[in-house]
């Protein structure tokens, strides 16, 4: 496993002319979009977009980390339509998680991919942002809450064991600020393991069977790894009871097709008096399902309430 830093570039796209003055305070780069490959805490390169804003504010403003749901990639265009909305209110980075898009690795479905996250949320902080807030969805919505928990005020992992978030997953490397100031989960799952719904079982045949990973792979463009789980992580209710102090909302619709209303408010209660709940009336499932307005009331609410 690599000890490198999780903000680790190994390859960047940045222009020449793009780079920093030589006069430009290290604590404060200039910004401008960018386009790089991160290195993870474990060694799999990730694909990774940074994106100013248009916000026009200064060094610490806000950055939205945007981490998308299971087949998602950082080019389609339904994450392409997220940063554009969040980029009304601040900076944005998306990402592609292992085995998507441009990503490398395989899936392991919300496992580690936590540290896929750790490394984009290192490197928006690299631009010079005080608050970055983290938005997920879907299987993003799972990995953003255990990532708040695993990492975190001081970056460090929550206070878990030396070199480990606690349910296998390894820390973020010295050297790379992982913490987040405000989560916001969107239809993701209370509890691994979930059949409940007809898109789930379908969704567990396309993990758990060859068969299915072949349709992920070329089908899907999801390459997914065969190995169960081992050690189970820390589930999303679970989690959501170790963000405090981080303000989490949860936000989930009342027509999602894959997670009935049980799986939000079991997420509400765990988190207790810094979790908030929005229940949308009409709306389906993560990213396809939200909505203009929607995504600019989550986009309000990271505003006021990352720190």
């Known amino acids: 496993m690599s000890n490198r830093p999780a903000g680790h ?19 404060a ?15 799999v390169p990730i694909d990774a977009v940074y994106e100013p804003g248009a916000t026009g504010r200064g060094a610490s403003d806000l950055v939205f980390v945007v981490a998308h749901g299971f087949t998602g990639d950082a080019d389609r265009p339904h994450v392409r339509r997220i940063a554009a909305a969040f980029a009304r209110h601040g900076a944005v980075v998306t990402f592609s998680f292992r085995g998507h898009g441009a990503s490398g690795g395989r899936s392991t479905v919300g496992d580690r991919e936590v540290l ?8 928006a902080r690299g631009f010079g942002h005080a608050r970055v807030a983290t938005v997920g969805f ?21 206070g878990s064991p030396a070199g480990s978030g606690g349910d296998g997953v390894s820390r973020v490397a010295p050297g790379g600020d992982a913490r987040t100031d405000a989560v916001v989960s969107v239809s993701s799952p209370a509890r ?12 567990h045949w396309l993990v758990m069977r060859p068969a299915g990973r072949v349709v992920g792979r070329y089908g899907l463009r999801t390459r997914i790894h065969h190995r169960d789980w081992d050690p ?22 009342d027509r999602d097709g894959y997670f009935p209303l049980d ?38 609410w990271a505003v006021s309430r990352a720190g």
Request: without cysteine; positive net charge; proline residues 8%.
């Open 232 to 253: 189970v992580p820390l589930s999303p209710v679970q989690a959501a009871a170790r963000i405090a102090p981080t303000p989490l909302l949860v936000v989930h619709g």
């Open 192 to 203: 691994w393991y979930y059949r409940g719904t007809a898109p789930m079982r379908r969704l």
């Open 263 to 300: 799986h939000p408010r079991m997420l509400a209660e765990a988190a207790g008096d810094h979790g908030e709940l929005w229940l949308e009336p009409g709306m389906g499932h993560a990213e396809n399902a939200s909505d203009a307005g929607l995504l600019h009331r989550i986009g309000d």
């Open 29 to 43: 780069p200039r910004r401008s979009r960018a386009r790089t490959f991160l290195r993870t805490a474990d060694g």
């Open 116 to 123: 896929d996250l750790a490394a984009a949320v290192a490197w």
């Open 9 to 27: 570039v190994s390859r960047s796209t940045r222009r020449r002319d793009n780079r920093p003055d030589p006069e430009t305070p290290r604590e």
């Open 138 to 158: 879907s299987m993003g919505g799972s990995v953003v809450l255990r990532h708040a928990a695993l990492y975190g005020g001081d970056g460090s992992g929550g």
